[in-house]
Each structure stands twice: as structure tokens, then as C-alpha cells.
Nanobody
Framework: QVQLVESGGGLVQAGDSLRLSCAASGSIFSSYGMAWFRQAPGEERGFVAC????????DYSDSVKGRFTISRDNAKNTVYLQMNSLKPEDTAVYYC???????????????????WGQGTQVTVSS
């Protein structure tokens, strides 16, 4: 099993940048593909980005492509989400997720991930 703890959320203005972190513990981090999801009030949780266990493959939702970058540091057991050019519609609780993957394939499905963090709030004001 792996435990996930997100950090880095906050209140920013439109156009600002923010970097989220997700620290993992309890298992071999480099065995897990990682992802970020987000959930705005009254909406379903949706896919943001994912990254393969070794970090060589990434995938993004169309709404964040070109603005957000997912990365990972396996030596630090941490995955990051760099968010640039933030918009008010990016306001949500952001969740980190993990799936142990001997063979990685990107998935945007919630059921594709086995472990979840508690979330961190990102609020973007106009």
C-alpha cells in the first residue's frame, strides 16, 4: 500500500502559478503510476494529468494541456503538478492518486487508481 499527502494549494489570482506536491510513503514509489484529479463544488471528480512510474510518459486533460505540467522525483517519493496561467475555472480540490503498475498505461478513469490522498484546495480569483 501507499499513503499520499498533498500540499501546496492556496488562493491565487487569475494568471498566477502554483505548484502542488504529493508525498508518498509506505511502498516502492517507483512502482506506481501517479495522477492528479480535481473536483469543483457540485461537480464530479475529473482527470487532470498522469505520469508513468519512471516518469517518461505523461498525459493531460484538454482543459489543462499547455498550462499544467506533471512531474515526479522518485528519489524524493514525490509527484508534482506545476500549474501556470491559472483560471477561475481551475478552482477545485486537487487529489493525488496512485496505481501500482508493472505495465503502465495512462488512464483518466477514477477506477483506474487504487490509492488517493485527502486533497488540497486551489482557489483562483478573477
Amino acid at each position: 500500500q501507499v499513503q499520499l499527502v498533498e500540499s501546496g494549494g492556496g488562493l491565487v489570482q487569475a494568471g498566477d502559478s502554483l505548484r502542488l506536491s504529493c508525498a508518498a510513503s509506505g511502498s516502492i514509489f517507483s512502482s506506481y503510476g501517479m495522477a492528479w484529479f480535481r473536483q469543483a463544488p457540485g461537480e464530479e471528480r475529473g482527470f487532470v494529468a498522469c505520469i508513468s512510474p519512471e516518469g517518461g510518459s505523461t498525459d493531460y486533460s484538454d482543459s489543462v494541456k499547455g498550462r499544467f505540467t506533471i512531474s515526479r522525483d522518485n528519489a524524493k517519493n514525490t509527484v508534482y503538478l506545476q500549474m501556470n496561467s491559472l483560471k477561475p475555472e481551475d478552482t477545485a480540490v486537487y487529489y493525488c492518486a496512485a496505481r501500482e503498475a508493472a505495465i503502465w498505461y495512462p488512464t483518466s478513469l477514477i477506477r483506474g487508481y487504487d490509492y488517493w490522498g485527502q486533497g488540497t484546495q486551489v482557489t483562483v480569483s478573477s
